[in-house]
């Protein structure tokens, strides 16, 4: 079983429209959750920790559920420049990270 | 800003060849990883490496995998006898703090070809 699992998309959105990408993960014990950006061929980078009672960094928001194990992030107002892939992060108290597949996103003209 | 720096950013070598892999983390962390990518798959976990031992590993990181940090600042992988599934993007991690705080900083990949 896949520890956390996302739709890999493709999402083709124009620019300005508002998108949800969402996110389970299957061990209950997990205690800390990221968003992570990856470009082409580059090393993912971190968007945003993910906070029990939700937070929100400018377009970005993420929340968490933790009865339906289930994260998302929502980006509103959407630049050419978000198009990559987004990936969804598990971590537990032993310090290992799981990485979903990823979600990609190609915000069009 | 302190960055996770690594070194080749990309080799290519032949099947049954000893690869190293090297990472400087950023100064004053204290959790090592190394994740690899296959192309158009997910990242996966490797190794995580604390207070100079090997913390946890994957199932992945078999007899022909190594880790060490032969100094204060670098941490290297070392992949004793490549096969041809070995190709993929091997990003080093770096993590300030342990348990369920700090997130992983990542370096830019090497890219490892085994022909």
């Known amino acids: 079983r896949k520890e956390v699992e996302q739709d890999p998309g493709p999402f083709n959105v124009p620019e300005g429209a508002t998108v949800a990408f969402n996110c389970t993960y299957s061990?209950?014990?997990?205690?800390?959750f990221f968003w992570y950006r990856q470009d082409c061929r580059k090393e993912p980078k971190l968007l945003m920790s993910v906070y029990s009672s939700g937070n929100e960094d400018g377009r970005f928001t993420a929340q968490l559920n933790r009865a339906s194990q289930y994260i998302s992030l929502l980006i509103r107002d959407s630049k050419l420049s978000d198009s990559a892939t987004y990936l969804c992060v598990a971590s537990n108290t032993g310090n290992q990270f799981y990485f979903g597949t990823g979600t990609s996103l190609t915000v069009i003209p | 800003e302190p960055e996770v720096t690594q070194t080749p950013s990309h080799q290519v070598t032949q099947m049954g060849q000893e690869v190293i892999l090297r990472c400087v983390p950023i100064s004053n962390h204290l959790y090592f990883y190394w994740y690899r990518q296959i192309l158009g798959q997910k990242v996966e976990f490797l190794v995580s490496f604390y207070n100079n031992e090997i913390s946890e590993k994957s199932e992945i990181f078999d007899d022909q995998f190594s880790v060490e940090r032969p100094d204060g600042s670098n941490f290297t992988l070392k992949i004793r006898s490549t096969k041809l599934e070995d190709s993929a993007m091997y990003f080093c991690?770096?993590?300030?703090?342990?348990?369920?705080?700090?997130?992983?900083?990542f370096g830019e990949g090497s890219r490892l070809t085994v022909l």
């Open positions: 061990n209950s014990a997990s205690q800390s």
């Open positions: 991690a770096s993590r300030k703090r342990g348990g369920t705080a700090g997130e992983l900083f």
